[in-house]
């Protein structure tokens, strides 16, 4: 069965009804701290959580929406805290329906109310043909007539049925009758409906998805008392995770406590960890050598009126990395959580009998956004068996490429809301949206791993199309698999080189000549500091010999690039070679004093030369030359 929609109708900070979505792999509620994320995931696991757990059962007096207490109080109703609706899967309905005959189940989609009483009402049951039933069973039974098939459509419950049987003494109409019993116990008193309520009770219930939820509470602890394990005092989500440990290592605790030596039970641990670690250094890259060492001593302490001493078991839970062991609590957060929901995860894989949806509370935040990567890996392939729901603020938890699985949580003064993330105009809800979709443009700039870094768009433009121009003419061109990166700015180029080292990407850099010294003085220190080599930084007065500085736009002759100036700023008079002082290197600051100003756009003339086509520009040797200079030079700086 999947979970296809959730209703929150009155649940802590819920207030009014909030219907979303659920998808069929992962679907992420995103929202800034107390909008209610935690809420819905508690709203949902309390509707058939995995194991008996007082906290995961609905209390009004926690649970139902504070300032509407009373009046609920008041009113002697038990209300609805959510609403789920389910889809069977295909094998759930073949099942049925070669029990109840083919073609005889009409919908496959039910819904389900919880209470805060702990009672359920189904808002939408299985739907049957009714008809058709009667004729597949009785047929199957041999005791097909249209009279007893029209008397048997009227049935409702087992006295109905009793009355039918009572018109029949032959053995094969009994007989056939009292098979067809189980199909109107009607134990849940469904009225006039005991056919779907048998499919309810009898297929549906029984696999209908337990809920795991697990946030960072319920990380292990370093220190388990396993006299407090065996009496079951788990007051800390931290305990449970002790517990289902145990559990899962086939320990029972009270042979423990009665054995003196613990080599075995410690064996039984250390298998466990084995398998739990094999699953977590598939995905985790940030250390593999990282190990979990179990050990138990006898402590002796005293009772609560500080005479009597007694013995406490302890379970030392330790992490070991090159030949150096911490408590467990003293390690990274990050590889606790991870650790510690593969105990939960592997305890529920254990349960074949079962479906299982997972509830996943923040995950991953205190990981490393790589780290996270890891993680959103590990979901991915989680969901080949699993649904997941999981709440994040973090951008590196939202895969921009599906932002269909996104519903934002917002907190407002009716209550929490939640809806799909493009309706949402809160700008602190949509940051992390926002947030993960730079940082997939930004990774996108290097998805490959050589990159020529300039200084601007416009630099990115007029040298792409260049590139365009020359291979169209069978000259060399920009190497395919180099990335043009516009830092913005040359005073920002040191940072971008500084911030690629670590990322195993090959780097270099086209620049214009310096004229600011502290840029100048920034570009030194990166190479001063072996961040960069200085053979891996060209700069364009390199390529023309006429000039001790210049600009990209230097490449072009000047007839060629006025051509382009003129054509995109027809607000200024068109300027013309000799309007302009030669005595100056670089044409961009010749334009400047012609024209009386501070500094123009040079991204028109680029975006002018798209406009026109590159193809279609009368473009001079002279300038086709410098271009393809500086190309062949470029390209080989790239192993």
Not at 134 to 145: C, E, N, R, V, Y
Not at 222 to 244: C, P
Not at 307 to 326: A, F, P, W
Not at 581 to 602: A, K
């Amino acid at each position: 069965m999947k979970l296809k929609s959730v209703e929150i109708l009155k649940y802590k900070s819920f207030e009014e009804s909030q219907l979303f979505e659920v998808e069929d792999d992962i679907t992420i509620l995103v929202g800034m701290n107390e909008s209610g994320k935690t809420s819905a995931l508690e709203a949902i696991a309390k509707t058939n959580y995995f194991q008996e757990d007082d906290a995961f059962e609905f209390n009004v007096t926690h649970d139902y929406p504070r300032k509407e207490k009373k009046k609920m109080d008041k009113s002697g109703v038990d209300p609805v805290a959510i609403r789920c609706t389910y889809e069977l899967s295909q094998e759930l309905a073949n099942n049925i329906q070669a029990d109840l005959g083919k073609d005889t189940l009409t919908s496959t989609s039910i819904t389900i109310d919880s209470k805060y009483g702990g009672g359920t009402t189904w808002s939408t049951t299985p739907k049957v043909d009714k008809k058709k039933f009667i004729a597949s069973q009785t047929k199957k039974l041999g005791i097909s007539s249209k009279l007893l098939n029209e008397k048997l459509e009227k049935v409702n419950s087992l006295d109905d049925l009793e009355l039918v049987k009572e018109q029949y003494s032959e053995e094969k109409y009994t007989n056939g009758l009292e098979s067809l019993e189980k199909y109107f116990e009607n134990e849940w008193k469904w009225k006039n409906d005991a056919i779907s309520e048998y499919i309810a009770r009898t297929y549906i219930k029984p696999n209908k998805p337990k809920f795991l939820y697990y946030d960072e509470y319920f990380s292990l602890p370093s220190r388990i008392s396993i006299e407090e394990l065996e009496s079951n005092k788990l007051e800390n989500s931290e305990d449970k995770t002790a517990k289902a440990l145990f559990e899962l290592s086939d320990i029972d605790t009270s042979e423990l406590l009665e054995s003196d030596s613990f080599e075995d039970f410690i064996a039984e641990l250390e298998a466990t960890e084995a398998i739990i670690s094999g699953e977590l250094f598939r995905y985790w890259n940030s250390n593999k050598n990282l190990s979990i060492t179990f050990q138990v001593d006898k402590k002796e302490k005293t009772d609560p009126a500080g005479n009597t001493k007694v013995v406490e078991h302890i379970l030392d839970i330790r992490v070991k990395s090159k030949g150096v062991s911490l408590p467990l609590k003293n390690r990274s957060k990050g590889f606790n959580w991870f650790f510690s929901f593969l105990v939960w995860f592997k305890k529920i894989q254990e349960d074949a009998s079962s479906s299982y949806i997972l509830l996943l509370d923040e995950p991953g935040l205190n990981l490393h956004a790589s780290a996270q990567a890891d993680l959103l890996t590990f979901l991915e392939d989680l969901t080949e068996d699993y649904q997941i729901i999981y709440t994040t603020h973090s951008p590196f938890m939202i895969p921009s490429g599906k932002l269909n699985r996104v519903r934002t949580v917002l907190e407002t003064d009716s209550g929490s809301t939640i809806s799909d993330s493009i309706q949402e105009k809160d700008p602190n809800t949509l940051f992390p949206l926002q947030a993960a979709l730079g940082y997939d443009i930004a990774q996108n700039l290097f998805i490959n791993n050589k990159n020529l870094l300039v200084e601007g768009v416009s630099d990115l433009i007029i040298l792409t199309a260049m590139s365009g121009r020359l291979e169209a003419e069978s000259r060399t061109c920009l190497r395919t698999d180099v990335t043009i990166v516009p830092t913005g700015g040359l005073e920002k180029v040191a940072t971008f080189i500084s911030l690629l080292r670590g990322s195993d990407l090959q780097t270099a850099c086209l620049l214009d000549s310096y004229t600011d010294p502290k840029g100048k003085a920034k570009m030194d220190k990166v190479v001063a500091d072996k961040i960069i080599h200085q053979n891996k930084i060209r700069y364009f007065d390199e390529f023309l010999d006429s000039h001790n500085k210049a600009d990209l736009e230097d490449l072009f002759k000047k007839d060629d690039y006025l051509k382009l100036f003129n054509s995109a700023f027809q607000e200024h008079p068109d300027i013309k070679v000799n309007d302009l002082n030669s005595g100056i290197n670089q044409i961009i600051i010749q334009i400047n004093n012609h024209l009386n100003i501070d500094r123009y756009n040079h991204y028109r003339p680029a975006n002018e030369m798209v406009k026109l086509g590159v193809d279609r520009l009368r473009l001079s040797d002279e300038t086709l030359d410098n271009f393809e200079k500086v190309f062949q030079d470029i390209n080989s700086l790239y192993c």
